[in-house]
């Protein structure tokens, strides 16, 4: 079982990863270009080029954090009713039957999971820059949590916390069941 949730967690880390850094780089060329029409195609220099990458970066950055959000939502889809170490994830159908599943899986199917998810997710997060604050004021000379914490910890607190997620997802949504494949 240990298999089944390590590799759930493996690609869902890198199908997060990789939509959230390709949505950023693709919103932040949009807007990129957006600005260099609006200035009329001034001819490209080193002064211009230097200017349209640091808008580039700042946007950048910037879309990082809202296409995670976006991201988390859209690639939860991906992991239901895929094998991985002999289970799978399957979401129940809202029909009398006990045992149906659905199989093929909408973004509205999955609205009311990931609101439960979403806040696990986020529990998970809160306890966990608890417990790293608790071990960073005993152990070191940190005394404030804004001396440590950074967004780049907090984006690595989301993604261990995400494994964790998916070990209480069966508990706390129950629609969600795992099941050998």
Same mark, same amino acid.
């Given at each position: 079982?240990?298999?089944?949730?390590?590799?759930?967690?493996?690609?869902?880390?890198? @199908?997060?990863?990789?939509?959230?850094?390709?949505?950023? *780089?693709?919103?932040?060329?949009?807007?990129?270009?957006?600005?260099?029409?609006?200035? /009329?195609?001034?001819?490209?220099?080193?002064?211009?080029?230097?200017?349209?990458?640091?808008?580039?970066?700042? =946007?950048?950055?910037?879309?990082?954090?809202?296409?995670?959000?976006?991201?988390?939502?859209?690639?939860?889809?991906?992991?239901?009713?895929?094998?991985?170490?002999?289970?799978?994830?399957?979401?129940?159908?809202?029909?009398?039957?006990?045992?149906?599943?659905?199989?093929?899986? /909408?973004? /509205?199917?999955? *609205?009311?999971? =990931? @609101?439960? =998810?979403?806040?696990?997710?986020?529990?998970?997060?809160?306890?966990?820059?608890? *417990?790293?604050?608790?071990?960073? $004021?005993?152990?070191?000379?940190?005394?404030?949590?804004?001396?440590?914490?950074?967004?780049?910890?907090? $984006?690595?607190?989301?993604?261990?916390?995400?494994?964790?997620?998916?070990?209480?997802?069966?508990?706390?949504?129950?629609?969600?069941?795992?099941?050998?494949?």
């Amino acid at each position: 079982m240990h298999k089944f949730y390590l590799q759930l967690w493996f690609f869902w880390f890198i @199908r997060v990863f990789l939509f959230t850094i390709s949505l950023a *780089i693709a919103t932040a060329s949009l807007i990129t270009l957006f600005i260099y029409m609006k200035k /009329g195609f001034v001819p490209l220099d080193a002064e211009v080029s230097a200017a349209l990458f640091a808008v580039w970066k700042f =946007w950048f950055f910037l879309s990082v954090n809202i296409t995670l959000l976006l991201s988390l939502f859209l690639t939860l889809k991906y992991s239901f009713n895929r094998c991985y170490g002999g289970y799978m994830l399957r979401l129940k159908a809202c029909t009398e039957e006990s045992h149906a599943y659905k199989e093929n899986l /909408g973004y /509205g199917d999955l *609205i009311r999971v =990931w @609101r439960k =998810w979403f806040m696990l997710l986020i529990w998970l997060v809160g306890a966990l820059m608890i *417990i790293t604050f608790v071990l960073i $004021y005993l152990f070191t000379s940190f005394h404030s949590l804004f001396e440590w914490f950074s967004i780049y910890l907090l $984006y690595f607190f989301i993604f261990i916390s995400g494994y964790f997620s998916f070990l209480f997802m069966g508990a706390r949504c129950k629609n969600v069941k795992i099941v050998k494949c």
